[in-house]
């Protein structure tokens, strides 16, 4: 099982990133697949969900309205569109999958599977 995390970089202040989350040797099917970001200094926390296409996704209020999270079943692949970044947004990207209860998908610790991690660096 593994999850591959990319497409982060460098971006300034406004700019847009999107983020791919690719797994092999699981399916997504019925598992929440989510976004979670650690800054330096600071906790893993959460930032967007889904569980399956066509399924109201789950938003952090930091990033509700900029960010949108979709599914693409056929390739097994979640994306984050990162858009109107801000400085505030720099961190390491995580994606992760599970079968949390659905009050728990905003911990990481409900969380089985995770990927690599990928640098978001917004400069002002």
């Known amino acids: 099982v593994q999850l591959q995390a990319s497409g982060g970089g460098l971006v300034q202040d406004g700019g847009f990133l999107r983020l791919s989350c690719a797994a092999s040797g699981l399916s997504f099917s019925n598992r929440y697949i989510t976004w979670f970001r650690q800054a330096p200094g600071k906790e893993r926390e959460f930032v967007a969900s889904?569980?399956?296409?066509?399924?109201?996704?789950y938003y952090a209020d930091s990033v509700k309205g900029r960010f949108t999270i979709s599914i693409n079943n056929a390739k097994n692949t979640v994306y984050l569109q990162m858009n109107s970044l801000n400085p505030e947004d720099t961190a390491v990207y995580y994606c992760?999958?599970?079968?949390?209860?659905?009050?728990?998908?905003?911990?990481?610790?409900?969380?089985?599977?995770w990927g690599q991690g990928t640098l978001v660096t917004v400069s002002s």
């Open positions: 992760a999958t599970g079968s949390p209860v659905s009050s728990n998908k905003y911990f990481p610790s409900a969380y089985g599977y």
């Open positions: 889904i569980i399956r296409f066509g399924l109201t996704p």
